[in-house]
């Protein structure tokens, strides 16, 4: 989150942000537009607590969402943290639904 914070706070043009989490309090602190809760019906918008499969269902379950946001899209840069639940467990839906949009 503050990678893209960074990122929009320095007024680049010609981008649309869009932010993805489980966790709905990193999602407030967010200064991008465009968000997209995950899996809240699984995390109870919690984190994924370190867990890469609850992160992929997470992504899984809002693949609509998600594809909607990539429409149009030239190039996608997906970015998170690995090692914990969210980052390694969405990434790659999310990085499978770009390449299918």
């Known amino acids: ?34 968000q997209i809760q995950l899996g809240s019906d699984i995390t109870g918008g919690l984190g994924a607590g370190a867990n890469p499969d609850i992160g992929e269902d997470a992504a899984v379950a809002n693949i609509p969402e998600i594809m909607d946001m990539l429409h149009g899209s030239n190039m996608v840069f997906i970015t998170g943290g690995m090692g914990g639940g969210t980052g390694t467990g969405a990434a790659p839906v999310i990085a499978q639904a770009a390449r299918e949009s």
Not at 7 to 17: H, K, P, T
Not at 20 to 30: I, K, P, W
Request: some cysteine; overall charge negative; charged content about 5%.
């Open 1 to 34: 989150c503050n990678a893209v914070n960074s990122m929009i706070a320095s007024q680049m043009s010609g981008v649309n942000f869009v932010v993805v989490n489980t966790d709905a309090q990193s999602l407030s602190e967010s200064l991008a537009v465009n």
